[in-house]
């Protein structure tokens, strides 16, 4: 029985590491599920959970810093992209976006994606390139703004 036992889970773990060879590593899953997890926490406005996801030295240096802890200005700043009907840049205030979606996710370097996200708005769709950098502990990521 035991036996019996031994082989139905080992043959569950051999069928997951399977499923992971036609394309994605564990990391690239990681991602993908650590982007989701930032989508949801836009779509329901949650500021905190949203930031969580910022590298901290961002947070630091610009909620902390510039914006002296005003979170509806870090975040507008931090969802500053490109209008797709004007060719403008613009800020993007939480409250005015309506969906999210991921429209690229590319690797450029070991440790470093890059992010395109469209953000629709009442006035205009936004795209937003944000970088996706692991981070020292495995499996952890931090999003970071492309210098706009």
């Not at 060879?21 to 406005?45: P, T």
């Not at 996710?105 to 996706?132: R, S």
């Not at 999003?143 to 706009?148: D, G, L, N």
């Amino acid at each position: 029985m035991k036996n019996a036992l031994f082989l139905f889970v080992l043959s569950f773990r051999f069928i997951g590491a399977s499923n992971l060879s036609y394309g994605q590593s564990k990391e690239s899953l990681k991602r993908q599920q650590f982007v989701s997890e930032f989508i949801e926490a836009v779509n329901v406005k949650k500021k905190n959970r949203i930031i969580k996801c910022i590298d901290r030295n961002n947070v630091s240096k610009y909620l902390d810093g510039i914006h002296k802890g005003n979170k509806d200005e870090f975040l507008s700043d931090f969802f500053k992209g490109l209008a797709l009907t004007t060719n403008e840049y613009s800020r993007v205030p939480l409250d005015k976006i309506f969906d999210i979606r991921l429209s690229e996710l590319n690797e450029l370097q070991e440790g470093i994606a890059e992010c395109k996200i469209i953000l629709k708005t009442p006035e205009d769709d936004i795209l937003t390139v944000l970088y996706l950098k692991s981070l020292k502990k495995k499996g952890k990521f931090a999003f970071v703004p492309a210098q706009r």
